[in-house]
């Protein structure tokens, strides 16, 4: 925006807009004539008590003069009061974020410079209206999870990194990740160090070897053990996650997540509107069947294991070439046995293993 007073980056992922705001910081304050001309204020606060400090922090900062004269910089970083929590819905608070929009709306940008960060954020409230008319202003990354976002962070690091990716490495990378974007951006280097960059290109084949499962936790041991039909990996699969100290419930969503899509496809592989291969289900098949079938699952379009059509089509691939595809009718007793387990839990809290192991077996046997 032409004439700003300052720069305001917000958005639902806190790495991203950090990530965005200290590039803009740092190309803001490029000429700081030293070292005391920039100051970085924590906006993070856990109460009002915390918010009000910050607010009158960000307002010394602003007003004080520079050691040698000269142009100020401050960056405001990871404000968390502008979201739909308690401390951001107590009146308390948004009085401080009026007081804040005073701040901002005094400020001349001759004197200081000045890079607002915040994450999460509630759009709906008259601050960030004003912001937007008022600031250079940056939504960054839509929505917090969505593929579309993350494909931007991960394209970008690959920019970054001089690297550039292969035909399907991207969404398999994507699927292999889930939501997790400091992983996501942490395995894009990995993978930039391994092809050499130098506009090198990451191949589908690289990600799949070097990249592990740990998206969306569907790649639970014990989820890969009883789907591949091992009975004695499964029991031994659920010791191990027990003795560590962990919980049934997880597991269970993970085996139900997981019978659900299997069922779906199963269903479109027996109808032949698709194919699976050795390289995963018929793209140009699955197409097809998404547009005859998509129109069934309503407005439900947020990735879910009750839409197959939500789902990468990589990792629909994977779950169902890594093992024979149970018959339907064994997948719709998995997952009647699946919820009666949950229901179980509510009896037996204290006999979970016990109760999961009697639960592969009559699956298993």
């Not at 009026?98 to 607002?116: F, H, M, R, S």
């Not at 289900?281 to 379009?301: E, I, N, P, S, V």
Request: glycine fraction near 10%; hydrophobic fraction near 45%; proline fraction near 2%.
């Amino acid at each position: 925006m032409s004439g700003a007073r300052f720069t305001f980056i917000c958005g639902p992922d806190d790495f991203v807009v950090g990530r965005i705001g200290k590039d803009r910081f740092s190309a803001l304050a490029a000429d700081a004539a030293d070292d005391f001309s920039r100051e970085t204020i924590s906006g993070f606060a856990n109460n009002v008590a915390e918010v009000e400090a910050t607010v009158n922090r960000f307002r010394d900062a602003v007003q004080t003069l520079g050691l040698f004269g000269g142009r100020r910089y401050v960056w405001l970083k990871d404000v968390n009061f502008l979201a739909d929590t308690v401390t951001g819905r107590s009146e308390s608070t948004l009085a401080q974020v009026e007081e804040l929009k005073t701040i901002l709306g005094g400020l001349d940008p001759e004197q200081v410079g000045v890079v607002v960060t915040a994450a999460p954020v509630d759009r709906r409230r008259a601050f960030l209206k004003w912001v937007e008319g008022h600031s250079d202003f940056t939504l960054a990354a839509g929505d917090a999870g969505d593929e579309a976002s993350l494909q931007e962070v991960a394209l970008s690091e690959a920019k970054l990194q001089g690297v550039q990716f292969g035909e399907e490495a991207l969404p398999v990378l994507i699927a292999k990740v889930g939501s997790n974007t400091r992983l996501l951006v942490e395995e894009v280097r990995k993978l930039a160090a391994y092809v050499g960059g130098d506009g090198a290109t990451i191949k589908e084949a690289d990600v799949a070897e070097l990249v592990a499962n740990t998206a969306e936790g569907d790649f639970f041991e014990a989820a890969e053990a009883f789907f591949s039909g091992d009975l004695q990996w499964t029991i031994a699969a659920l010791h191990r996650h027990f003795f560590a100290g962990g919980d049934a419930r997880p597991i269970l969503s993970s085996l139900q997540n997981r019978n659900r899509l299997l069922i779906q496809v199963k269903m479109l592989i027996d109808a032949g509107e698709t194919r699976l291969g050795p390289g995963g289900l018929d793209k140009a098949g699955f197409a097809r069947a998404q547009q005859t079938y998509g129109k069934a699952f309503g407005d439900l379009t947020e990735k879910s294991s009750c839409n197959i059509f939500t789902q990468n089509l990589w990792y629909l691939g994977k779950l169902a070439t890594s093992s024979k595809l149970p018959s339907l009718k064994r997948m719709i007793d998995n997952q009647q046995e699946f919820y009666a387990a949950f229901q179980r839990l509510l009896d037996r809290p204290h006999d979970q293993e016990e109760m999961l192991r009697e639960m592969a077996v009559r699956c298993l046997s």
